[in-house]
C-alpha cells in the first residue's frame, strides 16, 4: 500500500460520508480527487483490503440480544463441531483459541432465549459437555478500526 | 423504536456492502424507490439518534499487517470493573472491550481483543496494559484460526 492508499484507509474507517457525493467530500479532506479516492477504494476491494463499506447498527436499538459463547472440545473434534456452529446464519464471528475452552463464538438472534435453544442444540449435535454463556453487561469498547 | 417495512430492508442493506458506485446512496435509493434525498435524511437521523454507530469501512486487518491478535481476559472486582474497562478502552491496540457475565467455571468478567503486527508487539501490548492498571489475574487466549466471520443480516 502506497501514502495515498494508508489515508484514505484510515479515513474511511473512522467515517464514509452519507452525502450524494461521498467520495468527493472524501477528497475535499484530504486533497484528492473523487476519481482518485473512488479508484482506490476499489482497487482496495478487489485486493480485499477492504472487506465491506457500510453500516454498524446498535444491535440492542435493533431489539436483537447477543452473547459470548465458548466451547470446551477435543482436539479431534473441533473441525466437526466448527462445521455445526458455523451452520447457524445467528453465529457470526467463530474463533478457535489456545485454551481448554477452545471454540469461541458470537450469537445474534431476537432473544435470549433463542440464543440458549441454539446453544443447546449445538451441544446436542456436538456432544459438547463443558459450555460458557458469557453475555456482556457492558460495551466499553467497540471499534474495529485499524491504523494502517 | 417502531421500524416499517421499507426502515428494515434499508438497514439490511446498510448492513452489508454499499454499492461500489461513485454515488452509493443514489443506487441504493433507486432500488428501494425513494428520492436519494429522503435515504440520505433518514440515514442522517439514524445516525443522530445512535441507531447507527458507524458507517465506514471495515478492513481484513490480517492484510493490513495486523497478524496477531489475542483475547485478553481478567479478573476485576466488581467495585473497579468500570474504571478499569475505560481505562483498557483508551489504548488503541484494543477494539473490543466488554464486561461479561462469569460462570462457576469461568470467573474472568473483563475481556478485550488486543491486536499486533507480530506476537511479540501483541504480548507488548498486553504487559503494557496490565502494568499500567495493575492486573494481576489474567488470561491471555491467542487466535489460532479464524472459523467464521460474516456480518449480520437482521431482518
Redesign the interface.
Known amino acids: 500500500m502506497n501514502q495515498t492508499d494508508k489515508k484514505i484507509l484510515n479515513e474511511i474507517q473512522k467515517e464514509f460520508p452519507v452525502s450524494k457525493f461521498p467520495y468527493k467530500t472524501i477528497g475535499q479532506k484530504l486533497g484528492l480527487t473523487e476519481q482518485k479516492v473512488f479508484n482506490t477504494v476499489i482497487k482496495l476491494k478487489k485486493q480485499g483490503m477492504i472487506r465491506r463499506i457500510g453500516a454498524f447498527f446498535d444491535k440492542k436499538k435493533l431489539n436483537y440480544a447477543s452473547a459470548l459463547i465458548a466451547l470446551k472440545v477435543e482436539d479431534k473434534n473441533v473441525h466437526k463441531v466448527a462445521k455445526i456452529v458455523n451452520s447457524y446464519p445467528e453465529i457470526t464471528h467463530n474463533y478457535l483459541r489456545k485454551d481448554e475452552y477452545n471454540i469461541w463464538f458470537t450469537c445474534i438472534a431476537s432473544s435470549t432465549n433463542d440464543i440458549k435453544k441454539i446453544i443447546n442444540s449445538i451441544q446436542t449435535k456436538g456432544k459438547i459437555k463443558e459450555t460458557l454463556f458469557l453475555p456482556a453487561k457492558k460495551t466499553f469498547k467497540l471499534s474495529a478500526i485499524f491504523k494502517v | 423504536?417502531k421500524?416499517t417495512k421499507l426502515d428494515k430492508k434499508i438497514?439490511n442493506a446498510?448492513?452489508?456492502?454499499?454499492p461500489?458506485s461513485?454515488?452509493?446512496?443514489?443506487i441504493l435509493a433507486q432500488k428501494f424507490k425513494v428520492p436519494?434525498d429522503y435515504l440520505?435524511k433518514k440515514?442522517?437521523l439514524?445516525?443522530k439518534t445512535?441507531?447507527?454507530?458507524?458507517?465506514?469501512?471495515?478492513?481484513?486487518?490480517n492484510?493490513?499487517?495486523?497478524l496477531f491478535n489475542v483475547?485478553f481476559v481478567c479478573k476485576i472486582p466488581d467495585a473497579n470493573?468500570?474504571k478499569i474497562?475505560?481505562e483498557?478502552?483508551k489504548f488503541?491496540q484494543?477494539?473490543?472491550?466488554?464486561?461479561?457475565?462469569?460462570?462457576k467455571?469461568?470467573q474472568y468478567n473483563l475481556?478485550?481483543m488486543v491486536?499486533g503486527k507480530t506476537k511479540k508487539e501483541c504480548k507488548k501490548n498486553v504487559d503494557e496494559i496490565v502494568k499500567k492498571l495493575k492486573i494481576h489475574d489474567y488470561?491471555l487466549?491467542?487466535?489460532?484460526?479464524?472459523?467464521?466471520?460474516?456480518?449480520?443480516?437482521?431482518f
Do not use: Q
Open positions: 423504536m421500524l438497514i446498510l448492513s452489508s456492502d454499499l461500489e461513485i454515488n452509493p446512496y443514489k436519494e440520505i440515514i442522517l439514524w445516525k445512535n441507531l447507527i454507530r458507524r458507517i465506514g469501512a471495515t478492513i481484513r486487518h492484510k493490513a499487517g495486523f483475547m470493573v468500570s474497562g475505560m483498557i478502552a488503541p484494543i477494539t473490543h472491550c466488554y464486561e461479561r457475565l462469569t460462570n467455571n469461568w475481556y478485550a491486536h488470561k487466549l491467542y487466535t489460532l484460526r479464524e472459523l467464521k466471520k460474516t456480518s449480520i443480516e437482521y
